[in-house]
Nanobody, 119 residues
């Protein structure tokens, strides 16, 4: 079955950096667009970044452009989110997402990893 396992979250001071990882299994990773979402307390889940199946194209939420970088290693079935110049407003649970075709599009989610930006 499809599994997405995030890691790399934690507590960091404003201006600091973190790198999130998401290890995927149960589907042909190299054929699937991968995304990172986040959800802050009391807010809706929002799309942070997306990378195409072969990693040639990326898209970002306006508020993270120039600070976050999404990438993937198809040999390791892993997608990453490098987060630099972190701000308190980046505090949220970050989720890895895979949209897989199976007689219709199906969204799969990881369990989430907490990122807290605070001094």
């Amino acid at each position: 079955q499809v599994q997405l396992v995030e890691s790399g979250g934690g507590l960091v001071q404003p201006g600091g950096s973190l790198r999130l990882s998401c290890a995927a299994s149960g589907f042909i990773f190299s054929r699937v667009k991968m995304s990172w979402y986040r959800q802050a307390p009391g807010k809706e889940r929002e799309l942070v970044a997306t990378v195409t199946s072969v990693g040639t194209s990326t898209n970002y939420l306006d508020s993270v452009k120039g600070r976050f970088t999404i990438s993937r290693d198809n040999a390791k079935n892993t997608v990453y989110l490098q987060m630099n110049s972190l701000k308190p407003e980046d505090t949220a649970v970050y989720f890895c997402n895979a949209r897989v075709w199976a007689t219709g599009w199906v969204d799969y989610w990881g369990q989430g990893t907490q990122v807290t930006v605070s001094s």
